[in-house]
């Protein structure tokens, strides 16, 4: 969902609440399109299933540097361009820093496509409603809720740990 997010906000299209009513014909063609490729993509591998699950057991030492050049090169036709290859270079480098030091990497992209619009609803509360806009019955249930997500997995923890020591 965050990459067809992304791919909307990329070609100019605002996804949001009046998508529907703005673009009712995209919206059609998409969800035809969806339908068709799990059909077609059903049938091909139900055919292919044999030949693909052999690509299992190629070596990742021969595997590795044909994705690399596949994704430099998929990198450069988007706009023939050598400082789209530079970003492949540098958002995989990103990636790969993150893996290591264990940051989210999904949550990181989905900041990414929907901080724009999360800047500007943001302001159009404090314009509406003032700085205690969060007091509002919508906003403090999404702001509780928020913040026991956030916390289900040390309080989780916390009760573990302290069932183990009694």
């Known amino acids: 969902m ?11 299209l605002k996804p949001g609440p009046l998508f529907l009513e703005e673009h009712l014909d995209i919206a059609f063609r998409l969800a ?10 059903a049938a091909a591998l139900l055919l292919l299933a044999p030949r693909l699950a052999e690509l299992a057991f190629i070596r990742g030492s021969i595997l ?9 090169i998929g990198g ?4 023939n361009s050598m400082w789209d290859v530079l970003m492949v270079f540098v958002f995989g ?18 900041g990414f496509v929907l901080g724009a619009m999360g800047e500007r609803y943001f302001g159009l509360a404090l314009r509406t409603h003032g700085p205690l806009f ?3 019955p ?6 509780v809720g928020t913040i026991l997500v956030l916390l289900s997995d040390p309080l989780r923890a916390w009760f573990a740990r302290r069932k183990r020591e009694s």
Do not use: E
Not at 2 to 10: D, P, R, S, Y
Not at 138 to 143: D, E, R, V
């Open 2 to 12: 965050a990459l067809l997010l992304g791919a909307f906000v990329l070609v100019g």
């Open 32 to 41: 035809g399109t969806v339908i068709f490729a799990n059909i077609i993509g």
């Open 64 to 72: 590795g540097p044909l994705v690399l050049v596949l994704v430099v």
């Open 76 to 79: 450069f036709l988007g706009s």
């Open 93 to 110: 480098t990103l990636g790969y820093v993150m893996k290591v030091y264990k940051y989210n990497r999904p949550a990181m992209f989905l």
């Open 134 to 136: 969060f007091l509002r």
């Open 138 to 143: 919508i906003s403090l249930t999404l702001f």
